[in-house]
């Protein structure tokens, strides 16, 4: 997960080769994480 950190938008990936938000082409996005999974236990 990426976050811009201009429009605060958040998306899963960034386009080809580059490095800026789609939503407004801001050049500065930051990793976010994914919320947090849980792992399942198997019984
Ligand atoms: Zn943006």
Redesign the pocket.
Known sequence: MYK??????EFEELPKGQIR??????RIVLKARPPVTKKIKAR
């Open positions: 811009c950190a201009r429009c605060g938008k938000c789609p939503f407004c082409a801001y």
